[in-house]
């Protein structure tokens, strides 16, 4: 006799299924994080080892050519006894122990209150990938740099290429920099957040455009790769439109490109100027936001945003042009990449006509 129980059950089955099946993922996501936990820590306890060692016996760094040699020897497939790694160990461990003076027999525990600022920044540390945060290490410049970019790792799922283009790119000096009226214009608390979106400069370095480019054919490359352009203008930002039009009295204005910024709960309005920054700018975005505060913005959102993107602009001119705008606007600088023009393209030897004189050199 055949079952027909299951067919009878087919939709209650099909959302049992789909339950079982987000289950197991979560559960291997928590799988993953704790082996690359328990991983750092080990990475932790074998570079505390290491410095305490050769510290203790004066040992050259020699010996690390021998441990690595006896590890691989005794593990063979283990990785992560190279002497590269063995290295890395050990400046993982000094670089944060040093600074935040970590009890070497507890090493995940603050010998005081408030250290690092919060207890927290302490699993911030032991939950970034290994491979991210070799680069934190070779390249940060002290512990705040360093907490820095793990919080942004851990906020925003950085890949480790794009952590190396941040670092390239100098993010956290850059990081909050934009010039602004938010203090004047914006409850405190949006205030800070609202300051803390906006960078100077932003690098838009997968768009290659001409001098004299202009700003529409700007907008198109960066709509083009959006995915890039969100991540350089940072966590929250969702797309609405380019060349986003708005009405008034009949008659149609078009702004270069608009987003909703989620946390923020506000629109956000930018302006492309492919030149200097001029102070007729800002009349033109604090006109765009009147229209999407009266048209868009809904009971609950915050004033729309204005972000003025220039290539170039003298701070002292901006500061003035700020004063007395009761729109919160901020005005940052952009770059590209410049493509050549073509009379110095010409002028250019080519690779061939280099490989042919590198070859008489040699």
């Known amino acids: 006799m055949k079952d027909d129980s299951i067919n009878a059950i087919d939709s209650e089955y099909i959302e049992w299924l789909k339950a079982i ?79 935040i003076h970590i009890l070497p027999n507890n090493p995940i525990v603050p010998q005081a209150e408030g250290q690092l600022q919060a207890a927290n920044n302490y699993d911030i540390i032991f939950n970034i990938p290994w491979g991210h945060q070799k680069v934190i290490i070779s390249k940060a410049q002290n512990i705040e740099e360093a907490l820095f970019y793990a919080h942004q790792i ?100 078009f702004c270069d490109l608009l987003f909703y910024h989620i946390p923020l709960k506000a629109y956000v309005v930018i302006e492309l100027k492919n030149g200097n920054f001029k102070p007729e700018h800002l009349g033109q975005l604090n006109f765009y936001q009147n229209l999407i505060n009266n048209s868009l913005k809904g009971e609950y959102d915050n004033p729309t945003i204005g972000m003025l993107l220039c290539r170039d602009k003298d701070r002292i001119e901006v500061e003035y042009a700020l004063q007395n705008i009761s729109s919160p606007i901020g005005v940052s600088e952009f770059n590209v990449k410049e493509l050549l023009p073509e009379n110095l393209k010409s002028k250019l030897p080519t690779i061939e006509e280099v490989e042919e004189e590198l070859n008489k050199i040699l």
Request: glycine share 4%; charged share 25%.
């Open 154 to 253: 851990l906020s925003n799922n950085w890949s480790r290429s794009v952590l190396e283009n941040q670092f390239k790119q100098q993010f956290y000096k850059h990081y909050g920099q934009g010039q602004t009226n938010f203090s004047q214009t914006l409850p405190a608390l949006t205030a800070d957040m609202a300051q803390e979106v906006v960078k100077d400069p932003y690098w838009f370095d997968f768009v290659s455009v001409s001098q004299k480019a202009r700003e529409r054919d700007i907008e198109k490359q960066l709509v083009t790769h959006i995915t890039q352009f969100l991540l350089e203008l940072g966590k929250g930002f969702a797309f609405v439109g380019e060349q986003y039009c708005l009405n008034l009295n009949n008659k149609e204005y």
């Open 21 to 99: 099946k987000q289950q197991i993922r979560s559960t291997k996501i928590r799988m993953i994080k704790t082996a690359n936990t328990e991983l750092i820590h080990f990475y932790w306890q074998l570079g505390q080892m290491i410095s305490l060692k050769l510290k203790e016996q004066n040992w050259g760094d020699k010996v690390i050519n021998k441990l690595s040699a006896d590890l691989r020897n005794e593990f063979p497939d283990m990785q992560g006894f190279s002497r590269q790694n063995l290295y890395y160990s050990k400046n993982f461990y000094e670089f944060y122990a040093e600074q």
